[in-house]
């Protein structure tokens, strides 16, 4: 079943995930919610009081998130845990109706949760990766006024390789809050 996003409808940020993990949000429904990936996310998310709790351990334990939303460039579990390039193109539909909705209720800034994310946000949009690279702590001001932020993605492979680390997660998570004036 496809994971639906999470958050609130009036957010100012909207995350951009990869996909649904198969013991994470394909087993809770919610995004980030039950696996690995998730721990980092909301812990952060928590920190800079963009949520209720810093964990989400299922779709019924109250957590809320205020004033950003969690979505994915694909709805579905994809095989072997890894999404196909023709899923991503199938559900960039579904990521450009929401980023279309998120920007016409006011919200201003999106956050890739790696590479990929990023490509599929920008499909979504229409818009060329050569246009706006991917880069860990890049920001792009995008042509429909969202301003689009990049991070690794914090997955367990991230964060044990150190690729990803806390502060680094956190520095993004700060240029986020004072540049939208979140919390």
């Known amino acids: 079943l496809p994971v639906p996003s999470f958050g609130a ?12 993990g198969m013991h994470g949000a394909n ?14 996310l ?12 810093d964990q989400s351990i ?14 994915n460039a ?14 991503i193109r199938q559900c960039n539909g579904y990521l450009a109706t929401e980023i279309v909705d998120f920007a016409a209720l006011g919200g201003k ?15 979504a949009l229409g ?6 690279p991917f880069s860990h702590g890049a920001s792009h001001e995008l042509p429909n006024g969202l301003t689009l932020y990049d991070s690794y993605h914090c997955s367990r492979y991230n964060t044990q ?18 540049d939208l004036a979140l919390n």
Do not use: W
Not at 127 to 132: C, N, P, Q, T
């Open 9 to 20: 409808t009036d957010a100012t940020l909207l995350i951009i995930g990869l996909a649904p």
């Open 27 to 40: 087993r809770t429904g919610r995004p980030f919610t039950g696996d690995y990936a998730g721990l980092l």
């Open 42 to 53: 909301y812990q952060t998310l928590h920190k800079f009081g963009l949520a209720s709790s």
């Open 58 to 71: 299922s779709s019924g334990d109250g957590l809320q998130l205020l004033g950003c939303r969690i979505t």
């Open 74 to 87: 694909v709805k579905c579990l994809p095989p072997a845990n890894k999404p196909e390039p023709s899923e």
């Open 109 to 123: 800034g999106l956050l890739s949760l790696g590479r990929v994310a990023h490509q599929a946000g920008l499909m």
């Open 127 to 132: 818009l060329k990766e050569r246009d706006y």
């Open 161 to 178: 390789t150190k690729r990803l680390t806390t502060e680094m997660f956190e520095r993004v998570f700060s240029r986020i809050c004072a």
